[in-house]
């Protein structure tokens, strides 16, 4: 036999499901919302009726003393259970429904009332308000149980006060109007309270639907995950709503977009200042894996939309990589260059046995001295004029890179860059992207040729790289400066189109500019302008001359 299920446990207490709670919650709100307002209704109902029962029976005190022959038979006829006080105020009870009406003289000696006894006697409650002349309201008991009274002056013909008019409203039934109310008012409050219900499910449901049917534990365990998650990620987050405002920003996203906290609630081009890193984050550039280029790092976006409108963009940093790919891209040019000058090489050492072993000495000497003076020369051209070494390392090189590749690198003779760079790095970056577009530019085509101009003037360095290639056209000189824009086909290990807004942005950083324009050759001539790139000129060392050594005099 199968072991018997252990039995269930009866949980008390509120259900853990969102859509359970938050209708249970609802339920209980609307329940005590129906009770509240039935209870403040009915307290002032009483009162209310209790008003009516004494202004109805005052009106029909008035219209008793208003009767045209009332005042007189009161004067000219005796109290009597017959005489025509006692008739008029009957017929005035009875077609108004009144409990009594009492007509008095001015001692308060009863002409009319219900039971006839009374007829003749003094009225059970003091009428002197109504016999001064005032009009009253109130709620006593008498000779016929508790009533809303009315009291009113009956006058003669000439405004003389006579006597008094009493009319009675049974109390019972000013209770029994407020008892009959309460069955209708509990209806009412029955269907707002079943409405309450309905839209208490109706907005669970939906509820229950946005929330996935969590319960509020698991929400508050997400949102704690979520946290943890966005600010541990070496990934920059995102997150737009609908309207396109920024509403999420993790810790990696600030550092790489330069940005705080201050950037939560505004557009990316207010935050970002405009471009196309703002571009991206906004939807306006679309696609995956997207380069930008933000201050100095370049950086790779994805933008997701959202259910509800927004969107979420990725950031992710490829400095390192980018300048790595530019590493391997130079490493690859090296290795090429390498093995063109060792079959270079090769057919020099051939050259020069063959004249060895033909003895003809003197000519394998001019030969050797006119390969060692061509590199000396092409050398020392950049070391004269350019004396920072990693700049004039950087030119020597890509000199030699381009002599394979069949192209003339030349340094312009108005080049003059002293060795005062502030930044020499950021230089060679700009130096080493302009030679290799030029380099590829001119690359396969007849007297292909690049030129290059370094000069300072003041702190400001102004660099010029002209090529003989097909130029840029007038309307892409200023979209080959956006990051990601290129018209050559990437290379396998990264992308394109980053090279030239780096130089733009490394010229902006340091208050200068990079521009394009048409070289007087028919190529492209991109000038680079670099405020305060070097340093002010110190002092010239003083120059010290020894002093003569003393000889020390001999004594005779």
């Known amino acids: 036999m199968s072991p018997t299920p ?37 307290a002032p109902l009483s009162d209310q009726l209790d008003d009516q029962a004494m202004r109805r029976a005052l009106a029909i005190a008035q219209t008793t003393a208003q009767q045209p022959d009332l005042a007189q038979d009161l004067r000219d006829t005796p109290p009597s259970p017959n005489g025509p006080v006692q008739q008029e105020a009957e017929r005035i009870r009875k077609a108004t429904q009144a409990e009594y009406i009492v007509v008095m003289d001015w001692r308060g000696v ?19 308000q109504a016999l001064a002349g005032k009009e009253v309201m109130e709620i006593d008991s008498g000779t016929l149980g508790r009533s809303a009274r009315g009291k009113v002056p009956l006058r003669d013909s000439d405004g003389s006060v006579v006597g008094a008019v009493s009319v009675g409203i049974a109390y019972d039934s000013v209770r029994a109007r407020l008892i009959h109310a309460i069955p209708g008012l509990l209806a009412y409050a029955g269907g707002a309270l079943a409405v309450g219900a309905m839209a208490a499910w109706v907005i669970s449901r939906r509820v229950h639907r946005q929330t996935r049917d969590l319960a509020f534990s698991d929400i508050a365990a997400l949102l704690s995950e979520r946290e943890a998650m966005l600010h541990g990620i070496r990934e920059g987050v995102v997150a737009l709503d609908r309207a396109g405002r ?19 609630g ?11 890193t703002a571009d991206v984050l906004a939807g306006r550039v679309t696609g995956t894996d997207l380069l930008t280029v933000r201050g100095q790092r370049v950086l790779v976006a994805n933008r997701m939309p959202t259910d509800d409108g927004g969107a979420v963009a990725t950031l992710r940093d490829r400095t390192e990589l980018e300048h790595l790919g530019r590493e391997l ?6 290795i090429d260059a390498l093995r063109a000058q060792d079959h270079e090489h ?9 004249l060895l072993e033909l003895e003809m000495y003197d000519d394998a000497v001019e030969f050797v001295g006119e390969v060692v003076g061509d590199h000396r020369a092409t050398a020392e051209q950049v070391t004269e004029r350019i004396e920072d070494p990693l700049l004039a390392a950087l030119l020597v090189g890509k000199a030699t890179v381009a002599a394979e590749r069949g192209v003339a690198l030349w340094v312009s003779d108005r080049t003059r860059l002293p060795d005062r760079l502030v930044d020499p790095r950021g230089l060679v970056t700009v130096v080493g992207n302009l030679v290799d577009n030029a380099l590829d530019a001119v690359a396969g085509k007849p007297h292909a040729r690049v030129e290059v101009e370094l000069r300072a003037e003041g702190r400001t360095a102004i660099l010029r790289v002209r090529d003989t290639g097909p130029g840029i056209p007038p309307e892409h000189r200023e979209l080959i400066f956006t990051a990601g824009w290129s018209t050559k086909k990437p290379p396998a290990h990264r992308e394109r189109g980053i090279g030239l807004s780096l ?27 670099l405020p305060e790139a070097l340093a002010e000129p110190g002092p010239e060392p003083a120059l010290t001359v020894p002093s003569a050594p003393q000889t020390a005099k001999k004594e005779s």
Request: charged share 25%; net charge positive.
């Open 246 to 264: 920024i509403r999420l920003l993790n810790d990696e996203a600030q550092r790489l977009l330069s940005i705080g906290d201050a950037a939560v």
């Open 503 to 529: 130089v733009r942005r490394l010229a902006e950083r340091q208050g200068g500019s990079a521009t394009v324009d048409e070289s007087y050759g028919g190529g492209a001539e991109f000038t680079v302008v």
């Open 346 to 354: 090769a057919n020099r050492m051939h050259t020069l046995l063959g």
């Open 329 to 334: 891209d130079s490493t690859r040019g090296l």
């Open 110 to 128: 009863r002409w009319s009332h219900t039971d006839k006894k009374q007829i003749g006697g003094i009225v059970s409650t003091d009428p002197g």
């Open 6 to 42: 252990p039995a269930r446990r009866l949980r008390l207490g509120l259900p853990r499901r969102v859509f359970s709670q938050v209708l249970l919650m609802q339920v209980a709100i609307a329940a005590g919302v129906a009770v509240l307002a039935t209870g403040l209704f009915l």
């Open 266 to 276: 505004r557009s990316p081009d207010e935050a970002l200042g405009g471009g196309r």
